[in-house]
């Protein structure tokens, strides 16, 4: 085998047939991956806010419902319209359940995040100088909208019958409904 063929496998075997990186280009790779982890910060603080408002409108939903049987019980003209008061944990699900849709996005795009920075392509942009397969500053996950993966995960109606929600929600709107009836039978 000739030298100059030897050498340009050699060369290319060890990766030096690569094209020099621009200063430019490492400058915008190192913005990017500061960019990448102001997402993950901005992401743990969305999630941690999303989840103190989940929590608060349960909290919300449990006193504003039990203000409510409370009132109607009370007053003896009310007494026979308690059933009413099965509407308002429909309403507080509803939102409940909007909230935690918005957080499930969130929560995608951290679980697309943690996938990037322990694969392959982490190490081939570093390699690279510029992200390979990734796309920066995407906190709400939109490029995965259209995937079956993403379809799955954040789904409304999938999200609305959590056992929490259901237990919690279900559980106040059942025993409105139990409350009331009686109320009709007795009053």
């Given at each position: 085998m000739s030298d100059p063929l030897l050498n340009k496998l050699l060369e290319n075997e060890l990766g030096h047939d690569e094209k020099p990186i621009l200063e430019s280009q490492k400058q915008s790779f190192a913005f990017q991956v500061e960019c990448l982890k102001m997402e993950i910060d901005i992401l743990e603080r969305s999630i941690s806010r999303r989840e103190t408002i989940t929590q608060s409108i349960k909290n919300f939903a449990i006193v504003s419902w039990g203000a409510a049987l409370t009132v109607m019980i009370g007053q003896g003209d009310l007494r026979k319209y308690v059933?009413?008061?099965?509407?308002?944990?429909?309403?507080?699900?509803?939102?409940?359940?909007?909230?935690?849709?918005?957080?499930?996005?969130?929560?995608?795009?951290?679980?697309?995040?943690?996938?990037?920075?322990?694969?392959?392509?982490?190490?081939?942009?570093?390699?690279?100088?510029?992200?390979?397969?990734?796309?920066?500053?995407?906190?709400?996950?939109?490029?995965?909208?259209?995937?079956?993966?993403?379809?799955?995960?954040?789904?409304?109606?999938?999200?609305?019958?959590?056992?929490?929600?259901?237990?919690?929600?279900?559980?106040?709107i059942t025993f409105s409904l139990i409350i009331g009836i009686i109320s009709l039978l007795i009053f």
């Amino acid at each position: 085998m000739s030298d100059p063929l030897l050498n340009k496998l050699l060369e290319n075997e060890l990766g030096h047939d690569e094209k020099p990186i621009l200063e430019s280009q490492k400058q915008s790779f190192a913005f990017q991956v500061e960019c990448l982890k102001m997402e993950i910060d901005i992401l743990e603080r969305s999630i941690s806010r999303r989840e103190t408002i989940t929590q608060s409108i349960k909290n919300f939903a449990i006193v504003s419902w039990g203000a409510a049987l409370t009132v109607m019980i009370g007053q003896g003209d009310l007494r026979k319209y308690v059933i009413i008061t099965a509407i308002l944990p429909v309403m507080f699900w509803l939102v409940d359940a909007w909230w935690f849709y918005l957080y499930r996005g969130d929560s995608f795009r951290f679980r697309k995040i943690k996938e990037f920075v322990n694969s392959p392509d982490l190490e081939l942009s570093y390699r690279h100088q510029r992200l390979v397969n990734f796309t920066a500053l995407d906190t709400s996950g939109k490029q995965y909208e259209n995937t079956k993966e993403y379809k799955k995960f954040v789904n409304f109606r999938k999200i609305l019958f959590f056992k929490e929600m259901l237990l919690l929600y279900g559980g106040l709107i059942t025993f409105s409904l139990i409350i009331g009836i009686i109320s009709l039978l007795i009053f």
